[in-house]
């Protein structure tokens, strides 16, 4: 069977997968030397390809050749790397203890490829999250179907183009489409299923998934704060307003599940805040931002509609304190900052994915864990802080994919965390060691030998085989001796 | 709890099960207070935190990974071992820190309703509740929100059970079966073998358990040796009438002693009993069934027997035995008896199943050092010990940063040296990192 066109059709389906089953049943994928040398050739794809890639996310996003490599490209080599660095240490077999009762034998867990699974990705990274997924599938020795999101259309042909010319094509196929043809892959069966998107999307995903008991990661995002507590030196607070800015608009102008949808501030401390903000936007972006070139787009009309949408409610539009000018030819909404929106309208109630932030004041800074915990579980929470007292109240009192204090979304390049959701925000996680987990099954495997039978586990059943096995569940080894000896009723 | 209540639960499970009194006493008594032991001694240690080492990418900063409790969480236990699985995941969830609600099955009631009354008593009523009932008391229940469910039963159940908790995406647990096949080898010590496979097969609940062995492979030369002593020590364990003895549990209920009856009159199978079959209606019994080559598309070799019935293949080689294995779906268990490096190695890499155990049946359930849990088929999620633990908590990712080191190169606008650095920096080079400082890079 060939490489080259991605295929729609359900027949074409079926054959795919049939050639992606046998690949794996072959047993190709499972050599520590296959999984190594596609991991290198995956680097190589991204070294080769860098002015196409930047150019497809120019095309798709506006985004630009240095958030494209901070975000995509470089992040995706040095996850590949450390995985091509590590991969034989995590295949290897993890020794376990056995209670000294079943002695002679020896445990481990093996970790052994799922089988050929399905990424189904999405359009804000829509090179980074198709292959930070894949290279886990590859590490753990997977056959893999990917889907890249039809909506940004660009880095979805360039996906399907490049990959065969690098990849094993016989294990790892991409396919092009829109939401029929995830329905028409969901139908299939598959051994699990990695998909980053949005929770209604995913409740499909995972309702699909149920037919074929298939195992599934949900990488959700929801309404991520970011808590800011009172500093007392300007210093700080310019360091803060920087990292904001930075995890708010520099990431793809908003549109990330990471970014920070709102701020949760002290009353006292808001206008220097966004006094602070608007300075730091001008320094990024200078006085006209549509005119900037490192500030990314909105993704396409449907969007630009929906954000839109959220502005137009008149008490929302009030509380416009920065920003507010949209372009719909351009696709450009300015970064916008919102002063106490009412928090029953849309912006507060719904995930933004873009360029508005609304900042929400409050009494005192402890509101926050209750007006946290009001709402689904984020992605994250991002806390500005240096009170040791308040940091442990927001770890143990609040719930989140992950807690990062005084910065914004650098724990995503952390590859030694887990990186995923609770809730609302999804299940599963991946990164580094995780991502190969995630495509394992961990088989456990206990070896005995035929010597020191101990009577007592067989039937007929008596007194004495009832004592016997009761001490020995609590490995209560001297009274065990003591029974077998006679000398213990 | 279990202490005070030994004969109690042990008289419950006579009424549902007819279950012997030294299996209910280990398997359900025993394993679950080794369980909570476990639990209270490793407690504190899995509850700490995990510091984790970061990279100069986010220098300076530290990072830890903090287990939390999920939430309320919702277990849906089966009726073979009412007590073990309905508790042991209570262990679990309790240990992570969660409130529960507990659905035992309404198959076995006098359990059921046993296990109501004690947890009222003994537990902390405001976060452990008991809820019983059959099909429309679990439905409610699955239309609730929950944070984890944990389900044990069966894969057509398993299916419903996570098309609801798609719902509210709720994550789950399936703890599920499948057949889980034995193979036997020649040359090994085949009564110690025999007594093994019938300790996992019919001294477990009378094969209702989902770790039993559902099937044996073996060689053609090996067989009739193999039935032989299979025979022999049937015999020396429950006597010469079986359906008579107090050592081995009756089957559930008529549904699936009808159930089982189909199997075994399935036109295919019926000639091909070679030791017991009998069976008494009235008192729910069948007695230890072997069956010598059945054809692979009988009935019985279809679905989890589930049942004191064990069909044995023949196979002309017995590395034929993987494949037969391999052409099924995943089973929860598979077992090997066999003395061959080589067979035991080619077993490890090529079998793949929730577990695998060499020489032995069943007893890896007790490791609790061993994650316990299937793999498609037979379930997704795994418990057990420290796994228990793990399957009701939220790692959640904690990075500490300062206000210090704040790189501008991290920050619009972007420019090429930036791009530059950014990328001697990302691969972590530290001599490329201070050429492209000092703008001698080319890259």
Not at chain 2, 30 to 42: D, I, P, Q
Not at chain 2, 64 to 71: A, C, M, Q, S, W
Not at chain 2, 393 to 412: E, F, I, N, Q, W
């Amino acid at each position: 069977m060939s490489c080259e066109s991605p295929r729609t059709t359900m027949v074409q389906l079926e054959e795919s997968l049939a050639e992606l089953r046998q690949t794996f049943r072959s047993g190709v994928t499972r050599s520590v030397a296959w999984r190594k040398n596609q991991l290198r050739a995956l680097i190589e794809l991204l070294r080769d390809n860098q002015d196409r890639i930047f150019n497809a996310l120019y095309q798709d996003l506006g985004k630009h050749p240095v958030e494209a490599y901070r975000d995509e490209i470089g992040a995706i080599i040095k996850s590949a790397e450390n995985a091509l660095s590590c991969v034989e240490k995590w295949m290897a077999p993890e020794k376990r203890w056995i209670p000294l009762l079943f002695f002679p034998a020896s445990g481990e867990v093996v970790s052994e490829p799922l089988g050929v699974v399905l990424i189904l990705s999405t359009w804000n990274f829509p090179i980074a999250l198709v292959l930070e997924p894949l290279i886990g599938a590859i590490a753990a020795g997977n056959a893999a179907m990917i889907k890249p999101s039809e909506l940004a259309q660009e880095s979805a042909s360039f996906i399907a183009a490049t990959i065969p010319l690098y990849l094993d094509c016989k294990a790892i196929k991409v396919v092009n489409g829109g939401a029929d043809l995830s329905d028409r892959l969901l139908q299939q069966k598959w051994d699990k299923i990695f998909f980053t998107g949005s929770p209604r999307v995913g409740s499909i995903v995972m309702s699909a998934a149920a037919k074929h008991l298939t195992p599934v990661v949900l990488e959700l995002g929801g309404k991520c704060p970011a808590i800011v507590d009172t500093f007392s030196s300007i210093s700080d607070m310019k360091v803060i307003a920087k990292r904001i800015v930075g995890g708010k608009w520099a990431s793809c102008n908003g549109q990330v599940c990471i970014g920070i949808d709102y701020i949760l501030v002290e009353k006292r401390c808001s206008s220097t805040l966004i006094d602070l903000l608007k300075t730091t936007l001008a320094k990024f972006y200078g006085n006209n931002p549509i005119d900037s070139s490192s500030i990314s787009r909105v993704i396409n009309k449907h969007h630009f509609g929906r954000l839109h949408k959220l502005l137009k409610d008149p008490l929302v539009a009030a509380s416009i304190v920065h920003g507010g000018s949209l372009d719909e030819e351009k696709l450009f909404i300015e970064p916008t900052i919102l002063l106490d929106p009412p928090l029953d309208a849309e912006i507060m109630t719904e995930e933004i994915f873009g360029p508005l932030l609304s900042i929400i004041t409050l009494n005192d800074i402890q509101e926050s864990i209750e007006f946290i915990n009001s709402r689904p579980k984020p992605l994250v929470i991002y806390a500005f802080t240096k009170d040791e007292t308040f940091k442990k109240q927001l770890l143990s009192g609040t719930s989140s994919g992950s807690v990062v204090f005084n910065d914004t979304m650098v724990h995503y390049v952390c590859d030694v965390l887990p990186f995923g959701g609770v809730g609302q925000s999804g299940f599963g996680r991946y990164h580094g060691k995780y991502s190969f987990e995630t495509f394992s099954h961990e088989k456990a495997v206990m070896q005995r030998s035929f010597f020191l039978e101990l009577e007592p586990r067989y039937p007929p059943w008596n007194d004495f085989k009832l004592n016997f096995l009761k001490r020995a569940y609590k490995f209560d080894y001297f009274n065990l001796l003591l029974l077998m000896l006679g000398l213990k009723k | 709890m279990l202490e005070e209540n030994e004969p109690a639960i042990i008289a419950s499970l006579r009424e549902d099960l007819d279950k012997p009194e030294l299996e209910s006493s280990v398997f359900e008594v025993a394993m679950l207070k080794n369980s909570v032991t476990l639990a209270l001694k490793e407690l504190k240690h899995w509850m700490t935190p995990e510091k984790v080492k970061t990279s100069i990418m986010t220098f300076p900063s530290s990072a830890e990974i903090l287990p939390e409790p999920l939430g309320v969480v919702l277990i849906i236990s089966a009726w073979n071992y009412p007590f073990l699985l309905s508790l042991d995941p209570v262990v679990g969830a309790i240990a992570a820190g969660n409130a529960l609600v507990l659905k035992p099955s309404e198959i076995a009631p006098a359990a059921s309703s046993l296990l109501t009354k004690l947890i009222g008593e003994y537990l902390d009523s405001s976060s452990i509740r008991v809820v019983e009932g059959a099909v429309n008391e679990t439905s409610a229940l699955l239309d609730q929100k929950w944070d984890k469910i944990f389900y044990t039963g069966n894969g057509k159940i398993a299916r419903i059970v996570m098309a609801a908790a798609a719902k509210h995406l709720t994550p789950v647990v399936l703890e599920l079966g499948g057949k889980s096949p034995a193979v036997v080898d020649s040359g090994i010590n085949l009564q110690v073998s025999v007594r093994r496979i019938i300790a996992g097969k019919w001294g477990c609940n009378n094969g209702q358990a989902c770790i039993s062995p559902d099937y044996i492979l073996t060689t053609k030369d090996n067989a009739p040796k193999l039935v032989g002593t299979l025979k022999q020590e049937l015999e020396k364990f429950y006597g010469k009438n079986p359906l008579e003895s107090k050592d081995l549990s009756r089957i559930v209920n008529a549904n699936h002693f009808a159930r089982l009856s189909k199997l075994l009159d399935d036109d295919k199978v019926s000639g091909k009993i070679v030791h017991g079959g009998e069976r008494d209606k009235s008192k729910l019994r069948i007695s230890p069934t072997i069956l010598l080559d059945v054809p692979r598309d009988s009935l019985i070799m279809n679905e989890e027997i589930f049942g004191p019935l064990l069909p044995i293949l023949m196979v002309d080689k017995i590395e034929d035995s993987f494949d037969i294995i391999n052409t099924g779906t995943k089973p929860l268990a598979a077992y090997l008896f066999s003395n061959n490096k080589k067979l035991k190695q080619q077993f490890v890499a090529t079998v793949s199943a929730g577990g695998l155990l060499i020489n032995d049946t069943a007893v890896h359930l007790v490791v609790h050092t061993l994650p316990f849990g299937g793999v498609q088929e037979s379930g997704t999620g795994a418990y057990h010990g420290k796994f228990s633990f793990d399957a009701f908590t939220h790692k959640k990712a904690v990075l500490y940063r300062s206000l210090m080191g704040d790189a501008p190169l991290r920050y619009p606008p972007y420019t090429k040296s930036k791009l530059r650095l950014l990328k001697v920096l990302m691969s972590g080079n530290i001599l490329g990192i201070i050429r492209a400082l000092f703008g001698w890079s080319k890259a």
